[in-house]
């Protein structure tokens, strides 16, 4: 089955700074990546997602590359801000028919000091 | 809210317990899962269930016991559990499963003494 494997487990940022968390995957079958944010006594929530005909996406200050290839794939956020600490989740699934199995890395608790 | 509902939020079971966990979903999803979140393995899938048939439940203990009645609910059934299967669980759902965004549950608070 898949396994997703995600570093660092902790980053620790200035304000303003970028922060990058880099996942790989081993099922070469998967093609679909979320990133999901998970703040204290909270539930976990989507904040992007890439499928593997997409090389890179951006939604503001937070953009996601994949290299299918090297299977990896990798969460920047630029500016960071403090409301930005959380734990971050790679995550790797396979798309199209009833497949259903959305393999989350171990996290990255992110910490960003004013 | 993300329109997935789990009860009860928090749960205090003895090793000879039975309890279930439930969770509900009134988004029009046809995938549903179980996760565990512990500090040692953050988001571990349990089961997943696909147009109310289970697909994966990764090699969980049989004292975990899942039900898919229908498309909009999902149920834990739990007996003789360990301490260590104290631990954060979560319910999602996703439109289909696979290639949508997960819709997470609050989560059941299980401590296990």
């Known amino acids: 089955g898949e396994n997703v494997e995600q570093h660092p487990s902790t980053l620790s940022v200035q304000e303003g700074d970028s922060a990058v968390i880099k996942c790989t995957y081993s099922d070469s079958a998967s093609n679909y990546f979320p990133w999901y944010k998970q703040e204290l006594g909270k539930r976990p929530q989507l904040i992007i997602d890439?499928?593997?005909?997409?090389g890179e996406k951006k939604d503001q200050r937070i953009a996601v590359t994949l290299n299918k290839t090297a299977k990896h794939f990798s969460l920047h956020i630029t500016e960071t801000q403090p409301e930005d600490s959380a734990v971050y989740f790679c995550?790797?699934?396979?798309?199209?028919?009833?497949?259903?199995?959305?393999?989350f890395g171990k996290g990255t608790k992110l910490s960003v000091k004013p | 809210e993300t329109g997935v509902t789990q009860t009860p939020r928090h749960l205090v079971m003895g090793m000879t317990n039975k309890k279930s966990l439930k969770c509900e979903q009134h988004?029009?999803?046809?995938?549903m899962y179980w996760y565990k979140q512990s500090a040692k393995k953050p988001l571990e899938l349990m089961f997943v269930y696909s147009l109310e048939e289970r697909v994966e439940n990764n090699s969980v203990p049989s004292r975990f016991s899942p039900e898919c009645p229908n498309s909009s609910h999902l149920f834990l059934h739990l007996h003789t559990l360990q301490p260590e299967d104290s631990a954060l669980y979560l319910c999602?759902?996703?439109?289909?499963?696979?290639?949508?965004?997960?819709?997470f549950g609050q989560g059941t608070r299980l401590t296990v003494v």
């Open positions: 890439i499928r593997s005909n997409v």
């Open positions: 999602a759902s996703s439109l289909h499963g696979g290639d949508a965004e997960a819709f």
């Open positions: 988004l029009g999803h046809n995938a």
């Open positions: 995550a790797a699934s396979i798309y199209g028919g009833s497949q259903g199995n959305l393999i």
